[in-house]
């Protein structure tokens, strides 16, 4: 069973509870009808992005904000619950990622909210033929749901959250629309630092032991070497083969990648032992997260995180 459904019936059972304790202590069944304007986000990577397009005008309440949780998995607790329930606007990656987010919005009825992945399949033009379960971790020849990592997808969800908070707050909607182009200019330290890697390293070897950056690395043009059933099973929260594990440590040992992608956010043995292999034959190991690092912004952090890769790179060619 993928990751982010692994715990789906304890899921499921915490969100009634949570559901049901939202139908006594919501504020009402209107958004804003205190006439404040409240804007919740699944985790604090989208917090970010709608904090720079709200600006000084509104607070942004990020559910998930702790480094080392893990969205999959996470459970809306029945404050979670009610603040989902009482927003004015709800932004999500979609995509099954932020699942919980769904389930809450599913159970409550609609409301104005800006799904990343789905303005990630609108600029694209391409949509998952499967269900949520069937391409769960699948980046190598599917749909990955890891926009945040696409620059293109993040300019467009800010764009997005400008619009609706334009709708929800005219008075400052040239604001927003203003904020939104701010961010976009500086969403290009990132998309610059990408380019650069593309430029000087064409179709480099690399290897991952999880699925999370690979946007990324995608807009940088390297070349993912990792055995599809190691990252996929690593993603999908079960055992990798041990013909996949000794594949990938063989990349590692050999030299035949020039840098490890680490996701520090979810570790296990194996990948813990990926990584050791890795800092063992000299390898440089990137590290890349699904939550924002505290003190850091999204710009900063993804532009830290591309010039890490590059850094890495430079340091090896």
Known sequence: MPRRFRASRTAAAALGAA???????????????????RVVTSTNVWGSVAQAVAGDRLEVTSIVNEPSADPHSYEASPSDAAKITDAS??????????????DVLESTGPKPTVDAFDLYEERTGTHA???????????????????WYDIPTVDATANAIAAELGKLDPEGADTYLRNAETFRSRLRQVSETTASIAAAHHDAPIA???????????????KDLTPPA????????????????????????????????YNSQTVDKVTENIRETAENAGVPVVEVTETLPEGMDFVQWQTETARALAAALNGVS
């Open 230 to 261: 190691f990252t996929g099973a690593i993603e999908n929260g079960t055992d990798p083969s041990p013909a996949s594990i000794a594949q990938t440590r063989e990349l590692l040992a050999d030299k035949k990648v020039l840098v490890l992608v």
């Open 208 to 222: 991952q032991t999880e699925p999370i950056a690979h946007y990324l690395l995608q807009a940088a043009t390297l």
């Open 129 to 147: 033929t499967e269900s949520a379960e069937e391409h769960a971790g699948h980046s190598h020849g599917s749909i990955n749901e890891h926009v």
């Open 89 to 102: 606007l709800v932004v999500l990656n979609g995509g099954g990622y932020d699942q919980f987010v769904e």
């Open 19 to 37: 559901l049901a304790a939202v139908a006594l202590t919501a504020c009402g069944s209107n958004p804003g009808s205190d006439g404040q304007i």
